[in-house]
């Protein structure tokens, strides 16, 4: 998934379709930050500057430059508020702990389909993360019970 958000078109009706409107989804790509870029988006927010080193601290980590940008796409582009942010990097830690195979690119997908889904609270993001949760645990209980050695499903 490349982080795209979906832009909408709405399409004029047809004879056969007078009464239905066509919705045509066009797909927008996040804008690539440069680092000079991210540097002029932290020295001009507070906010995001003090997310970025909450994100070090979470990870444990120097994050890279194209991480950075992530995260600031997350709130710029996305919408995410930085407290729903930390907690999808605190899944992906806590995720690479358990020894998932998660990625970066797949916690930006994670971002773009919570702002798509409109969860914006803490709340909202704590119950998307014990769906997630359960549907894990189903998972393992199927492999358990059939014996499928594969990945999870997406």
């Not at 970025?52 to 996305?78: C, D, F, P, W």
């Not at 889904?117 to 998307?128: D, F, L, R, Y």
């Amino acid at each position: 998934v490349d982080g795209n958000i979906v832009a909408q078109e709405i399409v004029p009706k047809s004879n056969e379709q007078k009464e239905k409107n066509i919705v045509v989804k066009e797909t927008i790509s996040a804008p690539t930050l440069s680092p000079k870029d991210i540097v002029t988006v932290l020295r001009e927010s507070r906010e995001l500057q003090s997310l970025v080193n909450e994100a070090q601290k979470v990870l444990g980590r120097t994050i890279s430059t194209a991480e950075q940008a992530i995260i600031i796409n997350m709130v710029n582009y996305y919408g995410l508020k930085p407290e729903v942010v930390l907690m999808i990097l605190e899944y992906y830690r806590n995720g690479k702990q358990k020894g998932m195979s998660i990625s970066f690119a797949y916690i930006n997908a994670m971002a773009k389909n919570w702002s798509d889904e409109g969860i914006s609270s803490i709340g909202e993001a704590e119950e998307k993360l014990q769906e997630i949760e359960r549907g894990n645990r189903v998972w393992n209980e199927i492999v358990a019970i059939t014996g499928i050695r594969h990945r999870k499903p997406t």
